[in-house]
């Protein structure tokens, strides 16, 4: 498999298991331009989880730190693609929608 693949696969093992964890009430799974800031400038990724939010620095122009969101708020278009086919699209490795 290329590494490309297997990075795609453990991340999209990551975050299942992060929904696990969490009870499948909520999920740091969101779309970045749906991200709903949570931190000030500048946070750390145990200070934005202390508060109960969720932490990812990997795109830019976006909140870093942002609120979760409650499962049964994910769109019916994304709960149909799939966690997985959510990661490849916000990784740039898919183009269609």
């Known amino acids: 498999m290329e590494p490309r693949v297997i990075c795609v696969l453990v ?3 990551v975050l299942t298991l992060s929904s696990l964890a969490q009870g499948e009430l909520e999920t740091c799974v969101v779309a970045p331009h749906h991200r709903t800031n949570c931190g000030v400038p500048g946070i750390t990724p145990s200070q934005c989880k ?3 939010c969720c932490f990812d620095n990997t795109v830019r122009g ?13 769109t019916d278009g994304y709960k149909k693609r ?3 086919f959510q990661l ?6 898919r183009s269609d929608s």
């Open 11 to 13: 991340l999209a093992c």
């Open 82 to 84: 799939g966690p997985l």
């Open 88 to 93: 490849e699209e916000s990784l740039g490795l």
């Open 50 to 52: 202390a508060k109960g």
């Open 62 to 74: 976006v909140p870093w730190c942002f609120h979760p969101v409650a499962v049964d708020n994910i």
